[in-house]
């Protein structure tokens, strides 16, 4: 189902982003994950692609599982500042013939050091994809503006480029902030763009997560979320106990604000994904009439 499609019959969308597994991994590893991701059944499921710039993702053949093997729909993520032309359109081609319907069209981080290639932007790679595939295209926002850009105004204005090229829903960058989520919100409305967003929450569950991905997206780490993790750093089970209360409490705030739509990042973590869901799910149900207590 293409996602766009949810939006029309949801008010609040729910989905989950995975990773896949490195090259040389056995396959079969993520499985017990894709299974349990099933059993919680999110409206659909992204893969990450070629994450830390590496071209050998596994993406289309996760996105193969989650479609014919565990019948849950994919948002397959591609990537393209680090490929040539030719590399992006086979990576599309081998989504059509998975019967991928929904691709996240992103720009990637460029290597370091790597010569310009043929693609710079997100927006350039929007239109390869319109030409050779059917599928919805979502692309990528960023709350507390894109580490690169000069200002939110610029951040905004490049953003508008994308959702004109034809982008049918839009998915944040995390963020831990809502008042940072509700202020950027007012701003891409008034700048005429009213595509679906959906907010992205990543829950803080583990040590590493706050030196690594955190700091590489450059979010705002508010207060109580240093206290958090000054308190429980090496005391694994509390932190994970306290980052899904936050996460819990940062959902079920973006859902009382009216958001499109919650997209988790769960770092293939089935068991933090479920915790949140069933503390979220009964309000989440209600809002979207679908309980039937
Ligand atoms: P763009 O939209 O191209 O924007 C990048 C920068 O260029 C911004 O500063 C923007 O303001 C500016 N810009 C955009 N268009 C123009 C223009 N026409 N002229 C001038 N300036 C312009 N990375 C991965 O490697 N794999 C993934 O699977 C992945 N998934 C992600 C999922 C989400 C939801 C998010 C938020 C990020 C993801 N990323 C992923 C990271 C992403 O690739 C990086 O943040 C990257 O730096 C920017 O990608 P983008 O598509 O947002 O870029």
Redesign the pocket.
């Known amino acids: 189902m293409k996602i766009s499609k949810l939006f029309e019959s949801k008010k609040a969308v729910y989905s989950f982003?995975i990773f896949p597994p490195k090259v040389n991994d056995d396959i079969s590893k993520i499985y017990s994950t894709l299974e349990s991701i099933r059993d919680i059944a999110p409206d659909y499921v992204?893969v990450?692609?070629?994450?830390?710039?590496s071209k050998n993702s596994r993406t289309a053949e996760i996105a193969d599982l989650l479609k014919n093997r565990y019948g849950m729909e994919p948002l397959a993520?591609l990537?393209c500042v680090n490929s040539t032309r030719k590399e992006v359109e086979e990576a599309i081609e081998k989504l059509n013939l998975i019967g991928v319907e929904n691709i996240?069209?992103?720009?990637?981080?460029r290597i370091e050091g790597q010569d310009k290639g043929e693609f710079?932007?997100?927006?350039d790679l929007i239109p390869v994809i319109k030409r050779l595939s059917n599928a919805d295209i979502g692309?990528?926002?960023?709350p507390e503006g894109?580490?690169?850009?000069k200002n939110m105004v610029?951040?905004i204005r490049?953003?508008k480029?994308?959702v004109d090229l034809g982008v049918t829903h839009l998915?944040?960058?995390l963020f831990f902030d809502n008042d940072v989520f509700l202020n950027f919100m007012d701003k891409v409305r008034l700048a005429g763009i009213d595509v679906p967003i959906q907010a992205?929450i990543m829950p803080l569950v583990k040590k590493s997560q706050f030196g690594g991905i955190v700091r590489m997206t450059g979010a705002g780490i508010p207060t109580k979320i240093a206290r958090m993790y000054a308190r429980f750093a090496d005391d694994p089970q509390s932190l994970e106990d306290a980052g899904v209360a936050y996460a819990t409490d940062q959902i079920i705030d973006l859902l009382s604000a009216g958001v499109q739509g919650i997209?988790l990042y769960i770092m293939n973590n089935a068991r933090v994904a479920r915790r949140i869901t069933e503390n979220i799910k009964p309000i989440l149900d209600r809002i979207n009439g679908e309980d039937r207590s």
């Open positions: 982003e992204s990450t692609y070629s994450a830390g710039g993520h990537t996240l069209a992103l720009r990637g981080d710079n932007y997100a927006s692309a990528a926002c960023y894109h580490p690169e850009s610029e951040d490049n953003l480029k994308k998915n944040t960058q992205g997209h």
